[in-house]
């Protein structure tokens, strides 16, 4: 099997991968099954890949719906100022918000990009215009609201 560009790992290590991201609770007896190996080295092979870096840790997805937070929403931030010091104070700032799943420096139209899960358009209004809006250093605020996910795994192809 090719080695995809993922260097230090064999196809038994990739698959070993593909199976622990679609099922992170897997016993390790049927891990080892379905690649394959004994338990004991199927075993080693897994505290190996999470020793080299390659697993970085295990958690359990939620519904968003059944935790009150469906509505999600992308939204584009704009900074006053480009200096290091209103970057870092930003990125404090939007890392101590719960709402905020994910924050990205980006290149191009704006700073940074966040995704943001709240339970409606109402909660979404108040936290834009109480917390969001509020952040140091925003010029401008983009929200793009999600309607519908057509696609959603945290899967890496491995």
């Known amino acids: 099997m090719a080695d995809n560009g993922v260097a230090g790992l064999d196809s038994t290590d990739r698959q070993i991968l593909r199976e622990l991201q679609a099922d992170g609770r897997i016993s390790n007896v049927e891990l080892a099954e379905r690649v394959r190996l004994s338990p004991s080295p199927c075993l080693r092979r897994v505290k190996s890949l999470e020793e080299r870096g390659y697993i970085r840790g295990y958690m359990a997805v939620l519904d968003r719906e059944q935790v ?4 999600y929403v992308h939204v584009m931030v704009s900074l006053t100022s480009q200096r290091q010091e209103t ?3 930003f990125e404090r700032a939007v890392s101590a918000l719960p709402e905020v799943l994910e924050c ?3 290149a191009g139209e704006s700073d940074y990009l966040l995704a943001v899960a709240v339970a409606d358009l ?8 109480e917390r969001l809006g509020e952040v140091p250093g925003v010029a401008s605020l983009r929200s793009l609201i999600s309607m519908k996910t057509v696609k959603y795994t945290t899967a890496l192809p491995v």
């Open 68 to 71: 009150d937070r469906g509505m």
């Open 122 to 129: 109402e909660a979404y209004q108040r936290f834009f215009r």
């Open 87 to 89: 970057l870092e104070e």
């Open 104 to 106: 990205y420096l980006m």
